[in-house]
């Protein structure tokens, strides 16, 4: 079963500290707070509808004031429950009246009803862990986050790509209950580019002493020399303390198979109360084993902070051993050898699950990448995730790690300190960018300013690294690109590089951006009714753009150019051009938004892999063009190549490198094969043939085993084919998906940039509070029913009104109170009433009928019928509780939302059509093991079902 990892961390670390023996590994603690999160949309204009929150007197003015939902009692229980990663953009259906920038969905200043979230989770902290330091650290949340805790205000992110750190400390209540609230507005976009909604990355809460390393707090690069490496350690301690402390350093330098290979004590040092003080050391490596492209291996640095010899904090950082270097005509270096940048730009969306992305989903795109032959991404426009970093880390890619806005304001530059405190022990990280395409400064003095103002800031943080900043145009006088330690290219038609290489001779250069080219997985003529575009790689901004060929071919003749960045890896949503509705996807990508490789991606592929590879396209399914032309292209890395149509040769050509081949074929059905030539000898081949209708549907998955737990993902290919097997590249049937087993569907896509079919299903709940209280004590419950339909005043009051207790009218036996529900018309929904705080013997009643409620949650709940009416009456009557009528009414928060109604709209089915042949679905684990089920069907196809084991 899935284990509620921070509550058993939580009662071990209690009992430690309950015996008086806490041992050094528990000296700091950092876990996972995914699960167990509650989930509502609340509502950006309309207080009432955002559950009250700023309504209530002092609610920003006074400590602990927070109202509802950001209070401590207010009652969530009827609430959506979600783990994290949660993008609740994705689950939202599409809209013409939607953002065209971030995919047209039902989301932003058109609909305040969608644009903010809210999330609440407790925390059970143990009454003897009291004297020990907590913080909450987001890795992500958009956007504009404010976080409570127990009712008090602590902290606003306006960024929704910057993490963060939150110090609960100081109001936690030990022993009790504690609840974390947090109100996300996705209202207003920060780019142009789908960008979700809510905390999509992961939550962390870590518990250290007063003293211990600062957050982000340590700092490891090595120098190589020779067959040594001197492996510098700078740490930062922190004292939270009430006095100043004397303390120690120790490290612990582990290589890539766990063997301790160096250590290094620091002498005592002494830091002040409230105070931070940095302490270096040095640490020697004899044949260090260097971090590269081809053999991505990590030391640990295991830091102990002691005092008075016990260890009081530790600490482990992950880092390579590797050395790079930027050459002003020679391009970039790994370990002293040149390596050429072979990059994507990506976004972080991904068909069918929006920015939410698992663990497992970040590496799975990076295989994607890895296999057309990528080395690097730079992470556009913004920080990356801290795990796809480590992912980078681990399967060896360069990453250019980018800061989301350029400026010196506090805001921004806290924003861009944090990003590289965070990420500098990265060995993947080779280059930190300090903006992109600034154009109200980029030809500027301003421009060239705050350049160098923020690349002087990088540099001092880390002097390991130089920085970037992409620039669409450049040339001028003044400019970002003329304050850049390394200058970025956006499109080298856009700029004369050649004549700035000439001009900054001494300044290092990489094209950040290059293509911007249109094209459709499988289709190959323009279609703009279904916003679709032929995918023959073509230039497509005039000659401000290239295309793929003439882009790679630009960068590969210029040695000093240290590499290229494709717009993009993978189409992503939004950012629809060279169509506004009903596209929503971008057609830029080497791959679309599922992953598959499209044609220009193949060309990428033969530019930058070595293995013998040949593709051919089109497909070769042109009914009713018999004996046209169609015009064959041929991608391959092999000297010559040859082209035959049922088995008759139609020509042997040498191809020019990174170039293609090409020919106008008259159409006839069955086969076409392109045969690859290396030095004479046959070397690989690829055939197109005519595939018949479709037959049944086929599932292949990326792995045959999960592992338990939410991080892994199985992606799953769902192919259409014929008869003999062969996928059919015009099939568009749709599939219908079911699972059973410890997997669930995580999300489902097909590549379409046009397609509106749900990503993710998902139930849409909406919640209302009973509004219009009115109470008055009745002798016996039958009195009720002749007041079910009194509309007058007299005898009745409000219950929430503050009155003295001298004025407290003596209790009566009974209690009757009413409140009007305002409820939604729409037929297809379900309303539940959730009431919290029943008193045994309550009676209920909706428009004088009598209700019988049920359990669930903790809570009494009752299902509602069909709607006939915009409002109805509740009435509530029960014996007076122990405490008295005042007690039943002191705390006004919670006791207005002591009813809620829960009006639901259904989740759509599992189903999805493929596109040309192929759609993707996603499995998640549900926390068990043992084997799971994926099951596919469609009409007139014969279905099929794929099994994985979960262990």
């Known amino acids: 079963m899935k284990k509620n990892l921070s509550l058993t961390w939580l009662l071990a670390i209690a009992a430690l500290i309950a015996s008086g023996n806490t041992a050094a590994d528990d000296a700091r603690q950092r876990t996972r707070i995914d699960d167990g999160w509650r989930f509502a949309l609340g509502h950006a204009n309309d207080p009432a509808r955002d559950f009250d929150h700023g309504l209530r007197p002092f609610f920003f003015a006074k400590a602990g004031y927070g109202d509802g939902p950001a209070a401590a009692d207010f009652e969530d229980r009827p609430w959506r429950r979600v783990d994290l990663p949660h993008d609740w953009a994705v689950e939202l259906p599409f809209s013409?009246?939607?953002?065209?920038?971030?995919?047209?969905?039902?989301?932003?200043?058109?609909?305040?009803?969608?644009?903010?979230?809210?999330?609440?989770?407790?925390?059970?902290?143990?009454?003897?862990?009291?004297?020990?330091?907590?913080?909450?650290?987001?890795?992500?949340?958009?956007?504009?986050?404010?976080?409570?805790?127990?009712?008090?205000?602590?902290?606003?992110?306006?960024?929704?790509?910057?993490?963060?750190?939150?110090?609960?400390?100081?109001?936690?209540?030990?022993?009790?209950?504690?609840?974390?609230?947090?109100?996300?507005?996705?209202?207003?976009?920060?780019?142009?580019w789908y960008e979700g909604a809510g905390i999509y990355r992961h939550v962390w809460l870590t518990q250290t002493g007063p003293l211990h390393v600062a957050p982000s707090g340590t700092f490891v690069r090595a120098t190589v020399k020779g067959e040594r490496a001197d492996v510098a350690v700078d740490v930062t301690v922190r004292n939270d303390g009430k006095a100043s402390e004397s303390f120690g350093l120790e490290h612990e330098l582990r290589d890539p198979a766990g063997r301790i290979v160096a250590r290094a004590s620091v002498p005592a040092r002494r830091v002040a109360a409230d105070a931070s003080i940095d302490v270096a050391a040095q640490l020697p490596v004899k044949a260090p084993q260097l971090w590269s492209l081809e053999t991505p291996q990590r030391y640990t640095l295991t830091t102990l902070v002691k005092r008075g010899g016990q260890v009081v904090d530790r600490v482990d950082t992950p880092f390579g051993i590797r050395t790079l270097r930027f050459d002003a005509n020679h391009g970039f270096f790994l370990n002293g050898r040149p390596v050429k940048l072979h990059g994507t730009n990506n976004h972080q969306d991904h068909a069918g699950i929006g920015i939410a992305l698992p663990d497992g989903m970040h590496e799975a795109r990076l295989k994607m990448l890895k296999g057309m032959g990528v080395n690097a991404i730079r992470s556009a426009h913004h920080p990356a995730t801290p795990e796809l970093l480590d992912a980078c880390d681990r399967l060896g890619f360069l990453v250019i790690d980018e800061h989301r806005m350029m400026g010196t304001a506090p805001q921004v530059r806290d924003e861009l300190e944090r990003m590289v405190r965070r990420d500098r022990n990265h060995p993947s990280v080779i280059l930190w960018s300090v903006g992109n395409e600034e154009w109200a400064i980029e030809n500027s003095e301003i421009g060239t300013r705050l350049t160098r103002e923020m690349q002087a800031i990088v540099r001092r943080l880390d002097p390991t690294r130089p920085a970037t900043q992409a620039a669409s145009s450049s040339g001028y006088p003044d400019g970002t690109s003329v304050g850049s330690e390394v200058i970025g290219f956006n499109y080298k038609g856009q700029h004369d590089i050649d004549a700035m290489h000439k001009r900054f001779p001494d300044r290092p250069m990489v094209v950040t951006e290059e293509g911007t080219t249109f094209a459709t997985r499988g289709i190959y003529a323009d279609d703009p009714a279904r916003v679709h575009t032929a995918a023959y790689d073509k230039r497509t901004g005039g000659n401000s753009t290239s295309s793929i060929e003439e882009g790679w071919r630009f960068n590969a003749e210029r040695p000093f150019l240290a590499g290229m960045f494709v717009w993009t890896g993978f189409d992503y949503r939004g950012e629809t051009t060279p169509f506004g509705w009903p596209a929503i996807s971008s057609q830029f990508g080497m791959m679309d938004t599922t992953g598959a490789l499209k044609d220009s991606g193949y060309y990428l592929k033969a530019a930058w892999t070595t293995e013998p590879m040949v593709h051919l396209l089109p497909h070769w399914n042109w009914p009713g063009r018999e004996g046209q032309a169609i015009d064959v292209r041929v991608y391959a890395n092999t000297d010559e190549v040859e082209l035959r149509l049922n088995g008759r040769s139609l020509g042997r050509k040498a191809l020019q490198r990174y170039g293609h081949l090409q020919w106008n074929v008259p159409y006839e059905a069955g086969s076409l094969t392109a045969l690859g030539y290396q030095g004479g000898q046959l070397v690989t081949l690829e055939t197109v043939a005519t595939a018949g209708d479709g037959s049944a549907?086929?599932?292949?998955?990326?792995?045959?085993?999960?592992?338990?737990?939410?991080?892994?993902?199985?992606?799953?290919?769902?192919?259409?084919?014929?008869?003999?097997?062969?996928?059919?590249?015009?099939?568009?049937?749709?599939?219908?998906?079911?699972?059973?087993?410890?997997?669930?569907?995580?999300?489902?896509?097909?590549?379409?940039?046009?397609?509106?079919?749900?990503?993710?299903?998902?139930?849409?709940?909406?919640?209302?509070?009973?509004?219009?209280?009115?109470?008055?004590?009745?002798?016996?419950?039958?009195?009720?029913?002749?007041?079910?339909?009194?509309?007058?005043?007299?005898?009745?009051?409000?219950?929430?009104?503050?009155?003295?207790?001298?004025?407290?009218?003596?209790?009566?036996?009974?209690?009757?109170?009413?409140?009007?529900?305002?409820?939604?018309?729409?037929?297809?929904?379900?309303?539940?009433?959730?009431?919290?705080?029943?008193?045994?013997?309550?009676?209920?009643?909706?428009?004088?009928?009598?209700?019988?409620?049920?359990?669930?949650?903790?809570?009494?709940?009752?299902?509602?019928?069909?709607?006939?009416?915009?409002?109805?009456?509740?009435?509530?009557?029960?014996?007076?509780?122990?405490?008295?009528?005042?007690?039943?009414?002191?705390?006004?928060?919670?006791?207005?939302?002591?009813?809620?109604?829960r009006s639901s709209a259904p989740a759509g089915p599992w189903q999805r059509s493929v596109f040309n042949g192929q759609a993707q679905v996603i499995l998640q684990s549900t926390g068990e093991t043992g084997r799971a089920t994926l099951r596919a069907v469609s009409a007139d196809l014969t279905g099929a079902a794929l099994d994985i084991e979960v262990f």
């Open 96 to 192: 013409e009246k939607g953002s065209s920038q971030h995919g047209s969905k039902a989301i932003g200043r058109g609909f305040p009803e969608n644009s903010v979230g809210w999330y609440r989770r407790e925390l059970a902290i143990p009454a003897a862990a009291q004297g020990k330091r907590y913080a909450l650290e987001f890795d992500g949340v958009f956007r504009d986050s404010v976080v409570w805790v127990n009712g008090h205000y602590l902290h606003h992110e306006a960024s929704g790509y910057s993490s963060f750190r939150v110090d609960i400390t100081d109001y936690l209540n030990y022993g009790g209950r504690n609840v974390v609230a947090v109100r996300v507005d996705a209202t207003t976009q920060e780019g142009w």
């Open 697 to 901: 549907v086929r599932l292949t998955a990326d792995r045959a085993r999960l592992r338990a737990g939410g991080d892994e993902v199985a992606v799953v290919t769902v192919n259409v084919v014929d008869r003999e097997g062969r996928v059919v590249p015009t099939a568009g049937q749709r599939v219908s998906f079911e699972t059973s087993g410890p997997v669930r569907l995580l999300g489902m896509g097909n590549g379409d940039p046009g397609s509106h079919e749900a990503d993710k299903p998902a139930e849409l709940h909406r919640y209302a509070a009973a509004t219009r209280w009115r109470y008055r004590g009745i002798a016996r419950p039958e009195d009720a029913t002749a007041l079910m339909d009194d509309t007058g005043s007299a005898g009745w009051r409000d219950p929430f009104a503050w009155i003295r207790p001298e004025q407290q009218p003596a209790d009566p036996a009974w209690h009757m109170v009413q409140a009007t529900l305002k409820r939604p018309a729409a037929a297809s929904e379900r309303q539940q009433l959730f009431l919290g705080d029943v008193a045994p013997g309550t009676l209920f009643f909706l428009d004088g009928r009598a209700l019988t409620p049920r359990q669930e949650a903790g809570m009494s709940v009752i299902d509602l019928g069909p709607s006939t009416s915009a409002q109805a009456t509740l009435t509530a009557v029960f014996p007076t509780p122990a405490g008295g009528t005042r007690a039943l009414f002191d705390r006004a928060q919670s006791g207005r939302r002591w009813v809620t109604l």
